[in-house]
Antibody, heavy 126, light 108 residues
Framework: QVQLQESGPRLVKPSGTLSLTCTVS?????????WSWVRQPPGKGLEWIGE???????NYSPSFKSRVTISIDESKKQFSLRLTSVTAADTAVYYC???????????????????WGQGTTVTVSS | EFVLTQSPGTLSLSPGQRATLSCRAS???????LAWYQKKPGQAPRLLIY???SRAAGVPDRFSGSGSGTDFTLTISRLEPEDFAVYYC?????????FGQGTKVEIK
């Protein structure tokens, strides 16, 4: 059974850099899955931040594109989020999640975000 | 970029009633790559439906998804007390994998 666990500082200063790591257990990180970051600011909805494939190919939301980097370390079975120039608006619960993919014939079919970390609250404050 | 619009914003219903939630996409979704998630306070989102109409593992059959192209629906046939939550649709067929703004199903 795949499990994800977020880790990283819970408090970040304004204009600083938010860094979180997600550790994958119970399955290979080198499969057909995309590994994602999603956040939920207080009182608001879910926001997709971006994702990465085991090859290192990454996609980002235009809302974050200039500030965000997602990286992956297959040997450690971890992927990470780095968000620069943070403000109070970046205070949120941050989740890592898997978009499950399965090889079907010559292509990959995706099945949505089926596994999530428990989430970690990050507060941006001086 | 796909924009997903959910309606209504809030649905006030009683246990045992039927809930119908809508999600409209700004463009036709490739391969019906639409998912529905349930979100409760203090918990991670839970995948309910993928591929617009397929139930995820362990999801009760009172949850069903339908639709294609740009219009999608999540139906909860008979609301149980544990179903009162916020529901989000998400398109995952292309990047960015956007979420709708959510529909809150509250107890009337």
């Amino acid at each position: 059974q795949v499990q994800l666990q977020e880790s990283g500082p819970r408090l970040v200063k304004p204009s600083g850099t938010l860094s979180l790591t997600c550790t994958v257990s119970g399955d290979s990180i080198s499969s057909n899955d995309w590994w994602s970051w999603v956040r939920q600011p207080p009182g608001k909805g879910l926001e997709w931040i971006g994702e990465i494939f085991h090859s290192g190919s990454a996609n980002y939301s235009p809302s974050f594109k200039s500030r965000v980097t997602i990286s992956i370390d297959e040997s450690k079975k971890q992927f990470s989020l780095r968000l620069t120039s943070v403000t109070a608006a970046d205070t949120a619960v941050y989740y890592c999640a898997r978009t499950f993919g399965k090889l079907i014939g010559l292509g990959v079919r995706y099945y949505g975000m089926d596994v999530w970390g428990q989430g970690t609250t990050v507060t941006v404050s001086s | 970029e796909f924009v997903l619009t959910q309606s209504p914003g809030t649905l006030s219903l009683s246990p045992g009633q039927r809930a119908t939630l809508s999600c409209r996409a700004s463009q036709s979704l490739r391969s019906n790559s639409l998912a529905w998630y349930q979100k409760k306070p203090g918990q991670a989102p839970r995948l309910l439906i993928y591929g617009a109409s397929s139930r995820a593992a362990g999801v009760p059959d009172r949850f069903s998804g339908s639709g294609s192209g740009t219009d999608f629906t999540l139906t909860i046939s008979r609301l149980e007390p544990e179903d009162f939550a916020v529901y989000y649709c998400q398109q995952y067929g292309s990047s960015p994998r956007t979420f709708g703004q959510g529909t809150k199903v509250e107890i009337k």
